[in-house]
């Protein structure tokens, strides 16, 4: 994971550094979602070593795009999905996607906050702890949730390079290693 962020951080800055004002930022942002989305999908993996792979994704990529900004891919974003495929690095779009993400929301002073939860958050509990991370951090935030039942209780929350683990499983190791001492 850490050496395909590694990877990917290059092409996230390349790509922002080349968007040249916020509604080329936001084609970008919409297609790297986008194309996170379809490469996460159960099926991908499965096809991703085949041959004629890149003209599925593309075309898949092509439909979706339609729907959500009635046009589908632009040239650019057909060039990236080429080069990614020539230096065989296609797997690293969802990588290369939040790390955009954290980019352009760095660029406009927005805190990304990411939380990974044992159980999903309701309304409310998300809009609480959008206003929590605001207080905390002095900016706008955005959050990123994911939901991780290995957890068993609580949730970890990562910003700015701090980590906050408020899980059972966590707890559970920091008295591990207290007796351990």
Same mark, same amino acid.
């Given at each position: 994971?850490?050496?395909?962020?590694?990877?990917?951080?290059?092409?996230?800055?390349?790509?922002?550094?080349?968007?040249?004002?916020?509604?080329?930022? /936001?084609?970008? /942002?919409? +297609?790297?979602?986008?194309? #996170?989305?379809?490469?996460?999908?159960?099926?991908?993996?499965?096809?991703?070593?085949?041959?004629? +792979? *890149?003209? /599925?994704?593309? !075309?898949?990529?092509?439909?979706?795009? #339609? #729907?959500?900004?009635?046009?589908?891919?632009?040239?650019?974003?057909?060039?990236?999905?080429?080069?990614?495929?020539?230096?065989?690095?296609?797997?690293?779009?969802?990588?290369?996607?939040?790390?955009? !993400?954290?980019?352009?929301?760095?660029?406009? %002073?927005?805190?990304?906050?990411?939380?990974?939860?044992?159980?999903?958050?309701?309304?409310?509990?998300?809009?609480?702890?959008?206003?929590?991370?605001?207080?905390?951090?002095?900016?706008?935030?955005?959050?990123?949730?994911?939901? !991780?039942?290995?957890? *068993?209780?609580?949730?970890?929350?990562?910003? %700015?390079?701090?980590?906050? %683990?408020?899980?059972?499983?966590?707890?559970?190791?920091?008295?591990?290693?207290?007796?351990?001492?």
């Amino acid at each position: 994971m850490a050496e395909s962020k590694t990877v990917a951080r290059p092409y996230a800055k390349a790509i922002l550094a080349n968007a040249s004002d916020g509604k080329a930022q /936001q084609q970008w /942002q919409q +297609f790297l979602h986008t194309a #996170k989305a379809v490469m996460q999908s159960p099926e991908v993996p499965e096809h991703l070593a085949l041959p004629g +792979f *890149l003209s /599925q994704l593309q !075309d898949w990529l092509e439909q979706l795009l #339609k #729907k959500q900004r009635r046009h589908g891919l632009y040239s650019e974003e057909n060039n990236l999905l080429r080069l990614l495929e020539e230096h065989d690095r296609i797997a690293i779009l969802p990588e290369i996607a939040d790390i955009y !993400d954290e980019l352009l929301y760095a660029k406009s %002073d927005v805190c990304m906050v990411h939380i990974t939860t044992a159980q999903s958050l309701s309304s409310a509990e998300e809009k609480s702890l959008q206003m929590l991370m605001q207080e905390k951090t002095g900016r706008d935030v955005v959050l990123d949730i994911h939901e !991780d039942a290995a957890l *068993l209780a609580g949730v970890i929350i990562e910003y %700015d390079g701090l980590v906050i %683990d408020q899980t059972l499983r966590g707890r559970i190791a920091e008295f591990a290693q207290k007796l351990d001492d």
